[in-house]
C-alpha cells in the first residue's frame, strides 16, 4: 500500500490541492494534524481531507481553534489567527476535528502530530529525538509540527541519525533501525524553502520520498490580507521560515 501524507495543512488551499494533485488517486491519504491556523481557508480544507483523508489525528493549532487549548503559549499572531479561525469555523468542521485522535497505531507505524506520547512535543535535535523513540516501541513514526521536512534514525545500539530532507529526496528503511519520519508541512514550510512538502510511504517496498512542490503563495497571501490576518504570516510563504 501506499500513503500520501500531509501535516501542517494550516488552512492553505492551493498548496493542499496542488499537494493532492501530485499523489495518486490510489494512495491512502493521511493527515499528521494542523489543518486550521495561520490561512485563510480552514473549513475548505476540513472540507477536503474529511472526504479524502483514511486517517487523521490532531494537531495543537486544530484543539486550539476548538477550545483554546494552548492559546496562552502561543506567539501574537499565531493567537490572533487562531481567533480568526474560531470565528469563520463552521459547525461540521468542528465536529470532524473534535473527533480525530492523538495517535493512531498500525502495526509497522505510529502516527502522531509531534511525538509519541507528549504529542505536541517538538523534535527538532537529537535529545528530542532520542526521547521520542524512548516512547514507543513503534519501527516507524511519522510526524509533522516543525513544518521541517527531515527524518532521525536510531540503530540497535541506540545511536541517533538525522538528515535534512530540504529539497526532498528518497529513503530506503533498513532492518535494524527505527525511524521518525517528519513529513514537513503543507501549508508553511519553514526549512528555508519555501515549496511545501509530503510524504509518499510505500509499506511493501519500505521506501519513503519528500515530494517538493510550487503552488500559487501570491494567491494564498491576497486571500490572508483580504481575511486581516497578520501580514508576517502571509510574507513569511515566500521565505520558507
Known amino acids: 500500500m501506499r500513503y500520501a501524507i ?14 493532492l494533485a501530485a499523489a495518486q488517486p490510489s494512495d491512502t491519504l493521511v493527515s499528521l494534524g494542523d489543518v486550521v491556523g495561520y490561512g485563510p481557508n480552514p473549513n475548505e480544507c476540513v472540507a477536503i481531507l474529511r472526504d479524502r483523508c483514511r486517517h487523521a ?12 487549548f494552548g492559546v ?3 506567539n501574537s499572531v499565531a ?8 470565528s469563520v469555523l463552521d459547525e461540521p468542521s468542528r465536529a470532524w476535528l473534535n473527533a480525530l485522535p492523538y495517535e ?11 511525538a509519541p506520547v507528549r504529542y505536541f512535543d517538538y523534535v527538532l535535535d537529537k535529545a528530542a529525538a532520542a526521547a521520542a523513540f524512548e516512547r514507543t516501541d513503534a519501527p516507524l513514526v511519522f510526524i509533522g509540527h516543525t513544518h521541517i ?7 540497535e545500539e541506540g545511536a541517533i541519525g538525522h538528515k535534512h530532507m530540504q529539497h526532498g529526496g528518497e529513503l530506503e528503511l533498513e532492518a535494524g533501525k527505527r525511524y521518525i519520519v517528519d513529513v514537513g508541512s503543507v501549508g508553511q514550510p519553514r526549512d528555508l524553502n519555501p515549496d511545501p512538502s509530503f510524504v509518499l510511504y510505500d509499506s511493501e517496498r519500505r521506501h519513503v520520498e519528500w515530494i517538493r512542490y510550487s503552488y500559487a503563495i501570491d ?10 490576518l497578520p501580514s508576517y504570516l502571509a510574507e513569511r510563504l515566500a521565505l520558507g521560515r
Open 6 to 19: 500531509v501535516s501542517d495543512v494550516h488552512a492553505n488551499l492551493e498548496s493542499l490541492e496542488r499537494a
Open 104 to 114: 493512531l497505531r498500525f502495526p509497522d507505524f505510529l502516527l502522531v502530530h509531534g
Open 57 to 68: 489525528v490532531l494537531g495543537n493549532h486544530d484543539l486550539a481553534a476548538l477550545d483554546n
Open 149 to 155: 521536512a527531515e527524518y532521525w534514525t536510531c540503530d
Open 219 to 228: 494567491e494564498v497571501a491576497r486571500k490572508m490580507h483580504a481575511a486581516g
Open 79 to 86: 493567537r490572533s489567527a487562531i481567533i480568526w479561525t474560531q
Open 72 to 74: 496562552d503559549s502561543f
